[in-house]
Every structure is written in structure tokens, then in C-alpha cells.
């Protein structure tokens, strides 16, 4: 008790010395009817089912490098919040995880002359003395990297690894302070959710290879050091966070590189369905209404009802006769590639019209459709722009919204083909080892 009493933190805070110095009178009377006059609930008996958990909130990007070292800690009983330990060494873009009453602060990042110096170092807390100390370093230095605990084992998976989203899967064992290399994952990724249950490793999200937010969910097996694929979110989301609450996972906020997301999706690990939580929350498609694809979208039918206005409103029928064969043959194409990518949404939907190619092909000849009609356009557009004269300005800037409407075409081409092919690689993945599980 003299021990507690002198420590720094005690002697910072009159409450913790009111609480030493109530201990004290309790624990040096000697007559029972004092002790019960000095009794009060924090002199009962505790075990440890009574113990009050906490939030901690360690490290971050800070103003300056002594910010980036301090630990808090929030305990929602009481609506308070108390001054921890620093971290030994700042951190940002770090992992933090308690396994076993200790927490661990995983990897990150710190300020170096010229850029960010990614991390190998791992720092323990220890709660009962109010400390951090290190333990021995991760074999690979990365940051944005997701960590959980499973049966008493840290577990550290993915981050920028060496410039570049990582697969890499590490677990360290406390009792040997030991590191060792795991199954890596199927797809890189960083700054996604990670989140345990009683047998399996979940990992969600995160910003991969492509434009797009990751969609997909992988499954880790522990006990046979296996990655399996699972049924993918509806909406991609980086930076979000998951936790398992009676069998479901739930996937919270994060962003889907256009704004940040309020909604909630929720997994139910024994029927293998994702639903939307209801409440207020917003979906992806009121996201989308906002984005940058969206604009574009209004951008291309703004200017395509302006270019053809322009020309059909137009006195000289001569340009139909030289140059409408571009216009029908763009047209065509353009009511071609409506109904691919019809069929195609029918095929997801697992109603087969065109036989084996639907879900398979009907992506790449609706690519090539869309191709040829703004191939088309684009050949028409040339042609106007042929005819310039001052007479016929209007025709030139149907022509210039022609080319604008190519350039926009490339860019929602690229964005299109990029989201729905990962969503079909990731279905076929997850149906595929489904079957194999069967």
C-alpha cells in the first residue's frame, strides 16, 4: 500500500489519493462494527466477472511527436476519462488489440525527414502496473495493417506493406514472445476491419488493387491455417470497423473513396446472408447520387442531349445524307449494349436466358457495344468537325461535346468494368469454395 501511495499517478490526483487513503483506514481497523463503518462498495469483495471494461484510445497523429505518445483511457459507467501512460515511441496508422487483460499496439508509422517510416515495433500495456514496454518486433514493417486476438494469440494481418497493399499474415505468441509467418491472404489489402468469433478470423473491406473499395470477406481457419472466401458486402468500405455480437458481424462506417459512410451492414454467420440495418443510415445509392460517377453520368447526358439537339434542329439535310450512317450504326450499338448489360443483371440474378455465356461474357460484349457506339459517335463528331464555317458553328459544337462525350465514355468505361468485374472474380471465388466445402 506505501508502494501505491507514492506512485506519481497517486500523487497527481486527489481522487486517487482519497480512494488509497479510504483503503488504508479499511484495511488498518481492527474492529469489526469500524470496518462496517468504513465500509462502502468499492471495500466489498470483487471478483473478476465485476471488473469494468474500458475504452483506450493510443497514439495517433498529433500536432507534434509528444501527442502522438499519449494514451486515454474512457470508462463509460462512470462518463470519465483518465490520462494513461505514453507509448514509449509515437504512433500513427498503428493496430491496437487486447488479448488477454494486456493491450498491444501493433506496427504503424512514424514521421521521418522525407516521409513516413513504416514500423516492425510492438509496445504491450500492461493495465495492472500502468505501463508500456516493448516486445520483439513483427518480421515484416507495415502500417494500416488490421490485428485481433484469438485464443490467446495476436494476430496481425495485411497494411501497406513495402509500398504496396500486403497479404502477409503474422500471429505472436505471448508466453515466447515469438513471431511467426501465417497462410497469407487471398487479396491484398490495407485499412480494413478485422474481427474474431469463437472458431474463425474474419477480414472485411479495405482499399485493394483497384479504384474501388474491396467488397469481398475472407475467412481464416485457425486450426488449419486456411483462407476461405464468403459470401462480399454489398458496398465496398475502407477504414471501417466490425464486431461480433451473437453470431453476427457488424460492418460500420468507413468510406467508399467518395464520402464517408453512415450505414451499417450485418452478417449472420450461420445463414451466410448480409442485410442493411435499418435506421439512419444511408445507403450506397444515395452515395453514388454524390460521387464522381454520378456526375459523369449527368455530364454525358447533358452533352448528348445538346450535340443531337444541335444537329437535328439543323436546316442543311445534306449532313444527314453523308454523315447519318454514323448516327444509326451508334445508335444501334447503344440499344445493343442496353440489352447485354440487361441480360447480364438477369444472369446475377441467376435466371439464365442466353444459355452458359450470360454471366460469363455478357460483360465483355457489352464493353465492345458500348465501344463501337461511341466509336461511332466519335467518327460522326470528326465529320462535323470537317464542316467548320461560321455558319455552321452549331454543328461544331455538337462535335466538341461528341469528343467530351468519348472521353467521358473511356473514364465510366474503366471505373464500370473495374467494380463489376472484382464483384464477379469475388462471387466466383466464394462459390466456388462453397462447393468445395460441400
Not at 444527314?320 to 445493343?336: E, M, P, Q, R
Not at 461511341?374 to 455558319?391: D, G, I, M, P, R
Request: hydrophobic share 40%; net charge negative; charged share 15%.
Amino acid at each position: 500500500m506505501d508502494h501505491v501511495e507514492r506512485q506519481q499517478l497517486v500523487q497527481r490526483s486527489p481522487t486517487a489519493k482519497e480512494m488509497v487513503l479510504e483503503a488504508l483506514r479499511f484495511n488498518s481497523a481492527q474492529d469489526e462494527n469500524t470496518r462496517k463503518t468504513l465500509s462502502s462498495p468499492r471495500t466489498l469483495p470483487r471478483t473478476w466477472s465485476t471488473l469494468v471494461d474500458v475504452i483506450l484510445f493510443v497514439g495517433g497523429k498529433g500536432r507534434n511527436l509528444e501527442e502522438g505518445r499519449l494514451t486515454f483511457c474512457y470508462e463509460p459507467n462512470g462518463d470519465q476519462w483518465y490520462s494513461l501512460a505514453p507509448l514509449k515511441t509515437q504512433l500513427f496508422d498503428h493496430s491496437v488489440v487486447s488479448v488477454d487483460g494486456f493491450v498491444y499496439a501493433c506496427a504503424g508509422s512514424v514521421e521521418g525527414q522525407a516521409s513516413l517510416l513504416l514500423q516492425d515495433m510492438v509496445q504491450c500495456y500492461d493495465p495492472h502496473h500502468n505501463y508500456w514496454d516493448y516486445v520483439n518486433p513483427m518480421q515484416e514493417p507495415r502500417a494500416k495493417s488490421a490485428a485481433t486476438g484469438h485464443d490467446g494469440l495476436l494476430y496481425v494481418l495485411g497494411g501497406i506493406i513495402n509500398g504496396s497493399h500486403g497479404n502477409s499474415f503474422e500471429v505472436y505468441n505471448p508466453i515466447n514472445d515469438k513471431w511467426q509467418f501465417l497462410s497469407p491472404l487471398t487479396v491484398p489489402r490495407s485499412s480494413h476491419a478485422m474481427v474474431n468469433t469463437e472458431t474463425h478470423i474474419y477480414v472485411i473491406g479495405g482499399e485493394g488493387q483497384g479504384i474501388e473499395p474491396e467488397i469481398s470477406m475472407e475467412r481464416y481457419d485457425p486450426a488449419v491455417n486456411l483462407w476461405s472466401f464468403v459470401l462480399p458486402m454489398n458496398c465496398g468500405k475502407v477504414g471501417a470497423c466490425a464486431v461480433e455480437v451473437e453470431g453476427k458481424i457488424y460492418v460500420m462506417g468507413g468510406h467508399n473513396g467518395y464520402t464517408t459512410l453512415r450505414q451499417c451492414e450485418v452478417y449472420d454467420i450461420q445463414t451466410h446472408q448480409w442485410n442493411m440495418v435499418k435506421g439512419d443510415s444511408y445507403g450506397c445509392k444515395t452515395y453514388f447520387l454524390i460521387s464522381l460517377e454520378g456526375l459523369l453520368y449527368l455530364l454525358q447526358f447533358v452533352l448528348g442531349v445538346i450535340a443531337f439537339a444541335l444537329v437535328l434542329s439543323h436546316e442543311e439535310s445534306s449532313i444527314f445524307s453523308h454523315y447519318g450512317f454514323f448516327i444509326v450504326v451508334s445508335a444501334l450499338c447503344w440499344i445493343g449494349a442496353l440489352l447485354i448489360i440487361f441480360f447480364h443483371v438477369v444472369g446475377c440474378c441467376k435466371v439464365k436466358i442466353l444459355g452458359v455465356w450470360q454471366r460469363e461474357y455478357s460483360l465483355w460484349i457489352f464493353l465492345l457495344s458500348y465501344s463501337l457506339s461511341y466509336f461511332f459517335f466519335f467518327l460522326f463528331s470528326s465529320a462535323l468537325l470537317s464542316q467548320w464555317t461560321l455558319k455552321s458553328a452549331q454543328f461544331i459544337i455538337a462535335a466538341i461535346c461528341g469528343f467530351i462525350l468519348v472521353i467521358v465514355f473511356f473514364i465510366l468505361c474503366i471505373i464500370y468494368y473495374r467494380r463489376v468485374r472484382k464483384i464477379r472474380l469475388t462471387e466466383v471465388a466464394w462459390e466456388g469454395d462453397k462447393s468445395t466445402r460441400a
